[in-house]
Every structure is written in C-alpha cells, then in structure tokens.
C-alpha cells in the first residue's frame, strides 16, 4: 500500500505490527479498542493483545476502513463500546478535536534503550504543533513498569503456538517464530497465568494515571528505519532488535488502548518518522479527528521515501 500497489490495507497488531510499518514507511495506521474488530471465528481471543487493524495514506480513508472492518460476533470475549447510533468512524475523522489534554513521555519501558536524536526531533515537533493547534500538552511519567516486558514476551510465546502448523511443516517457518513456539511449548500453564495475571495488574496500574487525558503522545519507535537485513540474526539477538526497535508499542497491545502512528516527520535523508498517540478505551473517534486535523496542518500523502540512497 505504500508503495502505491493498492488503496488501502489490513494488518494485524499483537505488539505494534501496524504501527511499525506506518512508521518507517510513511503511512497512517491504527490500532483499534480491545474488541473492536473480531478475530472469530478461527483466531481465540485470549486475553487481547492482538487485533486487526487499517493502514492507509490517508485518516479519512483509515476511518472509512475502520467503518467496513469493525464487527463483534458471538462468543468473542472483547467488545469495545459502540459508536452512537447514525455516527460513523469517517464522521468523526471529517469534525474538529476540540481543545484537548494530552499527556506525553518519551522513556522507553525496556532498560537501557535510547531514544535516537531524529525520533526526538518528531517527538518534540509533534508537540509543537499540537500546541499550536490549541491543545494542553503535557508532560507524565511513564504509567509503563519494566516488569510488563518478560510478562508480555511469554503471553507472545503462547500466541505463537495458536497458529496450527502440521509437525512436517514447522522447519518452513522463520527461525524466530520456530523459537518462540519451542519457548512456548517449554511453559507451564502456572507460567502463562502468572503471566496474564501480571499483565492485568499492570494495566490495572498504567490506566489510572492516563484516564485524565484525551491521548498520550510518545514516540512510534526508538529509532529511524533500518537497513534490510538488520533482525536477520539468530532468534534470541533478533528478538533483543525487536524489543530496543519498538519499546512504545507493546505497551498499548497490553493495555488494550486504540493508538495511531501518524507520519508528521522526516529525516535530512528523506525517511519518515512516525509519533503515536494513544486514546482512552473507545477512543478512536477522538484520534481520527486529531489525527484529521494534523494531516491538514502538515500532509503528507503522496510523499514517499527515496528507492535508494547514495
């Protein structure tokens, strides 16, 4: 899609595999409310991390997307709250925010990760803008603890396993993923409720200090787009890239939380940087129209990457 093959695209986000790509390509992408669009009737719910999701040029297209996608089915243990009746997605992308509170932290959740100096430079951008559209921007602690991150790389492991694979077929998977369903099928089920239940605490504990607010600003990543080639390594040090690569967005998977990337930046060597902003559950509407209102104070569709550098 961004490469301007199609319109328009669906992903799916289990730790920011929207919002990664709508990054470090330019492009806008959401993650919707815990619940919002079902996985049935094949993929479980568990306990949420994962959803499906809009990625697009554009927020009205997102919006509209996000209109086709959005269904609950029977059975599914999540289901975000509704829209009022007669309103859509795309009506909410199309009106004005308002005057809004917003929070903002850019410390990552995994030790010893920096934040690189052109993803601050988007950070602080960001900021300046949405200050000079009107809203109250503020500066918060981090909700996030480090503890979250060994609890949510083993609930990870878990779903690598629910995706049914024939024994005969399983060296045909990527190394990583091999890894984590071998880390899985190591677990206990005393493992994977410690884990769940942990996750649950800290969202318990992370919400409370964000309910004040209409969004939470933070960085998409950690760093600028990396070259082809950078995870090939072996499973353990590819995992390790991921984890310093991408330590915002996990968070919101956790928390269940929609979050959109939204490309208002670009580096002296023409590649884009993604800032994330984050709404309360059921939150989306509110999003889309603040996202709607920076496109229209800084565009960006039709503005693409270099195909090569020097």
Excluded at 285 to 300: F, G, I, M, N, V
């Amino acid at each position: 899609m961004a490469g301007g093959l199609a319109p328009v695209a669906q992903g799916g986000d289990g730790g920011g595999s929207i919002r990664i790509p709508a990054s470090v390509c330019g492009v806008f992408g959401i993650k919707p409310t815990r619940g919002r669009i079902s996985a049935a009737p094949t993929k479980p719910d568990l306990i949420g991390l994962s959803t499906a999701g809009p990625l697009t040029r554009t927020v009205s297209d997102a919006a509209l997307l996000l209109d086709v996608m959005s269904v609950n089915l029977p059975g599914d243990y999540y289901t975000a709250p509704p829209l009022p009746d007669g309103t859509t997605f795309l009506d909410h992308a199309r009106r004005d925010p308002g005057r809004l509170r917003i929070a903002r932290f850019r410390t990552p959740v995994v030790p010893g990760v920096e934040v690189h100096p052109d993803v601050t430079a988007a950070y602080e951008s960001a900021t300046e803008l949405l200050v000079a559209l009107g809203h109250d921007v503020e500066e918060i602690d981090p909700p996030f603890s480090p503890d979250l991150l060994d609890l949510f790389s083993t609930v990870w492991a878990a779903m690598a396993l629910t995706v049914p694979v024939p024994p005969e077929r399983e060296e045909h998977l990527r190394p990583i993923n091999r890894w984590l369903r071998e880390r899985a099928r190591s677990l206990t089920a005393h493992d994977y409720l410690r884990a769940t239940t942990g996750l649950q605490q800290g969202v318990r504990a992370a919400l409370p200090r964000m309910l004040a607010y209409d969004a939470v600003l933070t960085p998409t990543l950690a760093q600028p787009p990396v070259p082809v080639g950078h995870f090939d390594t072996d499973p353990v040090e590819e995992f390790a890239r991921m984890t310093a690569f991408t330590p915002f967005t996990s968070m919101f998977n956790i928390t269940g939380q929609p979050s959109v990337s939204v490309p208002l930046h670009w580096t002296e060597q023409d590649l884009p940087i993604g800032v994330m902003l984050s709404g309360p559950m059921g939150g989306e509407p509110t999003l889309l129209a603040l996202s709607a209102q920076l496109e229209a104070a800084r565009p960006w569709a039709g503005r693409t990457p270099p195909i090569w550098t020097e």
